[in-house]
Antibody, heavy 122, light 107 residues
Framework: EVQLVQSGAEVKKPGESLKISCKGS????????IGWVRQMPGKGLEWMGI????????RYSPSFQGQVTISADKSISTAYLQWSSLKASDTAMYYC???????????????WGQGTLVTVSS | DIQMTQSPSSLSASVGDRVTITCQAS??????LNWYQQKPGKAPKLLIY???NLETGVPSRFSGSGSGTDFTFTISSLQPEDIATYYC?????????FGPGTKVDIK
């Protein structure tokens, strides 16, 4: 079964750093891109960026460029989303999701991870 | 950036009703349009890809149509388990934006 399993909920203070993870299984991790999607409380879905674990090619939405870093460790089939200095406005649910077609970054996302809730509060 | 709009933003219908949601792109996106269902507290789930292709395992009461700038998502007979928010998503232009969502509940 193709599956993405994300790390658990986090509670952080403004200014702290954070790295959340998304572990893929049931498929060739280096053959598919993995993307990240933000959902702020009560709001819609926002595409943040995407990485190809095979060669670490990474692309960001202009809205998130410079705000977060996406990385991957293919040796453990895991993608990451990290912040160097969190803000209260980073409070959201973050989903990883895999484009369905191998080698192609832009198509339809299936499957999705279960989500990681990040709460940033002083 | 392509802008995506959806209407209505919310609707309430009875079990068995036909439900239609529209999604409009600010420019031609061919058929590069997907539909997702998100139930409360859950991750989104792919229902329709490339405007009209039903994902494997998705009930046939769900369907999609359209091309260019105007798209339609239909639930032919609303069921209680269809209570969710539905999002369209384009991937013709970067970044691949989602629509604002349509919340569906039971009357």
């Amino acid at each position: 079964e193709v599956q993405l399993v994300q790390s658990g909920a986090e509670v952080k203070k403004p200014g702290e750093s954070l790295k959340i993870s998304c572990k893929g299984s049931g498929y060739s991790f280096t053959s598919y891109w993995i993307g990240w999607v933000r959902q702020m409380p009560g709001k819609g879905l926002e595409w943040m960026g995407i990485i190809y674990p095979g060669d670490s090619d990474t692309r960001y939405s202009p809205s998130f460029q410079g705000q977060v870093t996406i990385s991957a460790d293919k040796s453990i089939s895991t993608a990451y989303l990290q912040w160097s200095s969190l803000k209260a406005s980073d409070t959201a649910m973050y989903y990883c999701a895999r484009p369905s077609l191998a080698g192609q970054p832009y198509n339809w996302f299936d499957p999705w991870g279960q989500g990681t809730l990040v709460t940033v509060s002083s | 950036d392509i802008q995506m709009t959806q209407s209505p933003s919310s609707l309430s219908a009875s079990v068995g009703d036909r439900v239609t949601i529209t999604c409009q792109a600010s420019q031609d996106i061919s058929n590069y349009l997907n539909w997702y269902q998100q139930k409360p507290g859950k991750a989104p789930k792919l229902l329709i890809y490339d405007a009209s292709n039903l994902e494997t395992g998705v009930p046939s009461r769900f369907s999609g149509s359209g091309s260019g700038t105007d798209f339609t998502f239909t639930i032919s007979s609303l069921q209680p388990e269809d209570i969710a928010t539905y999002y369209c998503q384009q991937y013709d232009n970067l970044p691949p934006k989602f629509g604002p969502g349509t919340k569906v509940d039971i009357k």
